[in-house]
């Protein structure tokens, strides 16, 4: 079962890159990594996606190790609107059933100006 | 284009009282979810559903039942409320199984 570790928060200043590690140990060879920012009261907005390497898309970039045994989420120049929750999800439910989907416990990320 | 939408938006049940939450996305998406988070917790998946008329349970689905209603509807049922089903819920939805899911607004449930 993949399950995720996150660290609790971290703190970073405007306009700098935050970089956000996932630890996953167990993935199976068939999971994907799948990144998700939450806001106070609202529900998780999708941010990024990817099974291995490097994929990039306009608001970040996802680093994926050859033993995906980790991911690390980077957000570049970030602003106080991206003071959030960040959730690294693991698995695939598809394969491997709705019972090995797996979010992380998250990391708060707060942006000082 | 709504998205994902969820009623109640808020409610407070007895313990023992049943109630239903709704669920309706409008992208044409084949997957739906309910999942649970509790405060200062990650989200749990409660239920999936693959397709219309198939659902399967995920890491938390004692005291719940789901019924996926049509390709647009997924509804989360308590038959009988415990205090510690107290938590945030919120469906989602993806075109793919797991892949990029739309959330909605959420239901916040208080059981006393």
């Known amino acids: 079962l993949a399950k995720t570790t996150q660290p609790i928060s971290m703190d970073s200043y405007e306009g700098q890159e935050v970089n956000i590690t996932c630890s996953h140990n167990n993935i199976a060879t068939n999971d994907y990594i799948t990144w998700y920012q939450q806001f106070p009261s609202q529900g998780p907005r999708f941010i990024i996606q990817?099974?291995?390497t490097k994929v990039t898309n306009e608001v970040a970039s996802l680093f994926i190790p050859a033993d995906r045994k980790s991911s690390t989420l980077s957000l570049p120049r970030v602003s106080l609107s991206d003071t959030a929750v960040y959730y690294c999800l693991v698995g695939d439910i598809y394969q491997t059933g709705a019972n090995n989907l797996f979010f992380g416990t998250g990391t708060r990320l707060t942006v000082i100006p | 284009n709504a998205g994902v939408t969820q009623t109640p938006k808020f409610q407070v049940l007895k313990t023992g009282q049943s109630m239903t939450l709704q669920c309706a996305q409008d992208m044409n998406h084949n997957s739906m979810y309910w999942y649970r988070q509790d405060p200062g917790m990650g989200l749990r998946l409660i239920y999936y559903s693959a397709s219309e008329g198939t659902t399967d349970k995920g890491e938390v689905p004692n005291g719940y039942n789901v019924s996926r209603l049509n390709k647009r509807e997924f509804s989360l049922r308590l038959e009988s409320a415990a205090p510690s089903q107290t938590s945030v819920y919120f469906c989602a939805s993806s075109e793919i199984p797991g892949r990029e899911q739309y959330f909605g607004p959420g239901t916040r449930l208080t059981v006393t």
């Open positions: 990817g099974y291995k």
